[in-house]
């Protein structure tokens, strides 16, 4: 059994930065790609940023602009995503994502791992 939990979140002027964190509990972490969704009110959950089991392979949502970077610590069981330049359009409820499938996970094709998700809200 994988457990996910995020934190992080918050509210966030407009230009701001934010670190989100996902703890991963289970086994699988160290061969698990991660990921991160968001959804917005109204809209579908949709990708944010993907990060290899190693490491060694990211890739973010060209609508980000390169913004939001994902990392990981496999020491500690834990992902990351830093957020920059954070604009209203970000307000979001933001969802860590295990699945050993890289692809699985970065088309969202029946990942195996959620967490409730954390709610970053960007307002002045």
């Known amino acids: 059994q994988v457990q996910l939990v995020e934190s992080g979140g918050g509210l966030v002027q407009p230009g701001g930065s934010l670190r989100l964190s996902c703890a991963a509990s289970?086994?699988?972490?160290?061969?698990?790609?991660m990921g991160w969704f968001r959804q917005a009110p109204g809209k579908e959950r949709e990708f944010v940023a993907i990060v290899s089991a190693s490491g060694g392979t990211t890739y973010s949502a060209p609508v980000l602009k390169g913004r939001f970077t994902i990392s990981r610590d496999n020491a500690k069981n834990t992902v990351y995503l830093q957020m920059n330049s954070l604009e209203p359009e970000d307000t979001a409820v933001y969802y860590c994502?295990?699945?050993?499938?890289?692809?699985?996970?970065?088309?969202?094709?029946?990942?195996?791992?959620w967490g409730n998700g954390t709610l970053v809200t960007v307002s002045s």
């Open positions: 994502a295990a699945d050993q499938g890289f692809y699985t996970l970065l088309r969202n094709n029946g990942v195996h791992y």
């Open positions: 289970g086994h699988i972490f160290s061969s698990a790609a």
